[in-house]
């Protein structure tokens, strides 16, 4: 029963061993790719963002020539900054602030990942 305590300790100790050994190796270029990946992320919700202002845009152009009376302006425009403040607001809170850390201290960044994850 001892003999098998050991080995099992032996087997454990050498497991533990080289998993440390293949995190310590692959730890660069993870840390690489997960600020890689936030600032794609990033930069794909920028232009989500560009495109539904451009689609707003669009859209206030368009109902300028169909207003008949300054009621039907003012709903248009109330309508277009409200939608367009909410998309703003969302942008700005879940993707620019994690997107901006990646690229400004990107070591914050991976230490809260990292405690997200534990």
Known sequence: MN????????????????TKEFVLEQAPEIMQQMITWQITIGAVSVCMFLACFA???????????????????????????????????????????????????PKLFLLEQITQLL
């Open 55 to 105: 689609s707003f845009l669009v859209m206030f152009l368009k109902g300028i020539k169909a207003v008949e009376s300054p009621s039907d302006m003012y709903t248009l425009c109330t309508g277009i900054a409200l939608t367009f403040s909410g998309f703003t607001f969302v942008f700005v809170l879940i993707e620019g602030t994690a997107a901006l850390q990646a690229i400004v201290a």
């Open 3 to 18: 003999e098998q305590m050991q080995e099992a300790a032996k087997l454990l100790l050498s497991t533990l061993t080289e």
